[in-house]
């Protein structure tokens, strides 16, 4: 079946620094892939995507990268702050029949932003 | 603009007792979905409705049922609670294609 790989589970970095997460998708027909931030006692909050007819896409000091052949597609966050402290979800599209698509999570990278 | 609201926030139920956790989206979305999520760990989808009037079963659908009631509202349904039910119940919603989802706050159950 379809899966997404998310690594690592943990990051921890000093402020300032920059971070990056890696995720792996499965299924060739993904082509829609966004990341999500959840905060202590919050839902996931989408934060950047990026389908697939594009390399790379930035947002303020958030960007992501996809390498379609290899399925690969990553976070980087630059000059971390202590409020960048989360949990992050990546995911990849999987479609349905109708024009309907579903998405596979990773299991999440928790990222501790040291002052 | 309320997006995506879930009702209870916290719920404690004893073993063997039923309740249903209500979710209502204001966006006009087609699909409704909804997930579970242990301790440290992702997201795993229970059921999922890609449009009014169709629901299908996601990964960990056992001990779980759910009905899509109109395009705005997807309920999910413990029948009869179980320990190994507590967890934290997330329901979302998305467009038609490819788009990313809108979480609810998420609804906290302990079955004890």
């Known amino acids: 079946g379809e899966n997404v790989e998310q690594h690592p589970s943990t990051l921890s970095v000093q402020e300032g620094d920059s971070a990056v997460i890696k995720c792996t998708y499965s299924?060739?027909?993904?082509?829609?892939f966004p990341w999500y931030k959840q905060e202590l006692g919050k839902g996931p909050q989408l934060i950047i995507d990026?389908?697939?007819?594009?390399g790379e896409k930035k947002d303020q000091r958030i960007a992501v990268t996809l390498n379609k052949t290899a399925k690969h597609f990553s976070l980087h966050i630059t000059e971390t702050q202590p409020e960048d402290s989360a949990v992050y979800f990546c995911?990849?599209?999987?479609?349905?029949?109708?024009?309907?698509?579903?998405?596979?999570f990773g299991a999440g990278t928790r990222l501790a932003v040291h002052p | 603009n309320a997006g995506v609201t879930q009702t209870p926030k916290f719920q404690v139920l004893k073993t063997g007792q039923s309740m249903t956790l209500q979710c209502a989206q204001d966006?006009?979305?087609?699909?409704m979905y909804w997930y579970r999520q242990d301790p440290g760990m992702g997201l795993r989808l229970i059921y999922y409705s890609a449009s009014e009037g169709t629901t299908d079963k996601g990964e960990v659908p056992n001990g779980y049922n759910v009905s899509r009631l109109n395009k705005r509202e997807f309920s999910l349904r413990l029948e009869s609670a179980a320990p190994s039910q507590t967890s934290v119940y997330f329901c979302a919603s998305s467009g038609t294609g490819a788009y990313g989802y809108t979480f609810g706050s998420g609804t906290r159950l302990t079955v004890v």
């Open positions: 990026i389908r697939s007819n594009v």
């Open positions: 966006m006009n979305h087609n699909s």
């Open positions: 995911a990849a599209s999987t479609p349905l029949s109708g024009g309907y698509n579903k998405l596979i």
């Open positions: 299924d060739s027909a993904s082509n829609y």
